[in-house]
């Protein structure tokens, strides 16, 4: 699909071959990855492709950054498949701009992160940043992570709802792609929830969620010679968000599929500062 065109997505009847870009922020070694490679494989068809270009090392919570200041080295691990010393956001690049600059690919999935992107999350992901990177780049593109709670956690297959669950949800979202606009296309934040996968109740379309009183800080400690380091820790990846929002239905068992832009115009605020600015 050529970048710029309305995303009438190739590949969602299920009977064509797709090109398809896959990135994580949990690293190109991440069973994460491994599991979205899985999917993209299962949807990219017979005769599709699937490409990987991944952080060489974790880059869980940088959100849209890229590598501006600095170049960033790509490697070839093998066939298809690329590292790079970057953000998810500069693997997108990379993979458009360089390892698959004469042929695109039809479809961008970014994930499965080992972790929600419910809720304020999405602000922070580096998973989210690479989709957003394509989004910015004309192309469809889908961030996949998965919520971890008391009953999931440690499981033998952590991530069993991607492989049961999916790519049929990568299929349903494409069948309804709808009609785009030629500014800020969109993407997609899918949330899978922390429940077993025989546990799932379904798929809900859902607004992004804020967990109230539950914010990001800072924990100090000191190391052994003395120095005074600062931990980046979350809040209670537990507590609700409002009904009908991504982290609500995820922790009540579903599938959260949140249409997202990266236009981050207050639209409910602006008629009203119009009139008395």
Known sequence: MPRGEPASIKGET?????????????????????AL??????LAGP????????????????????????PMLIAKLGERRFATEGSPAD??????????????????LSGVNRGNNS???????????????????????????????PRNYGRDDPFEIAHSHGADVIRRILAAWPQERPDYRLFFNVNFPPVPAAEVKGTRVVRQGFRLGSRYAVEPHLSPSG????????????????????????LDGFISVTPMRADLT???????????L
């Not at 599709?48 to 200041?69: D, M």
């Not at 693997?91 to 961008?108: I, Q, S, T």
């Not at 600062?230 to 982290?247: E, N, R, S, V, Y």
Request: glycine content about 12%; aromatic content about 6%.
């Open 14 to 34: 299920g009977q064509d071959d797709m090109r398809i870009l896959i990135t994580n922020d949990d690293g190109i070694n991440a069973p994460g990855l491994a």
């Open 37 to 42: 490679e899985a999917m993209a494989g299962e």
């Open 47 to 70: 005769e599709g492709e699937v490409w990987v270009v991944a952080p060489a090392f974790e880059q869980s919570g940088v959100g849209h950054c890229i590598s501006y200041t600095h």
């Open 91 to 108: 693997c997108v690049l990379a993979g458009l701009h360089d390892v698959m600059k004469d042929a695109p690919p039809d479809l961008v």
């Open 119 to 149: 809720a304020e999350n999405a602000l922070y992901s580096g998973t989210l940043g690479g989709a957003m990177e394509a989004a910015l780049q004309g192309l469809p593109a889908i961030a996949l992570s998965q919520y971890f709670g």
């Open 227 to 250: 120095k005074r380091f600062l931990w980046i820790k979350g809040g209670d990846q537990q507590a609700h968000t409002a009904p009908d929002t991504d982290a609500a239905v995820n």
């Open 266 to 276: 207050a639209e409910d605020t602006l008629e009203a500062l119009q009139a008395t």
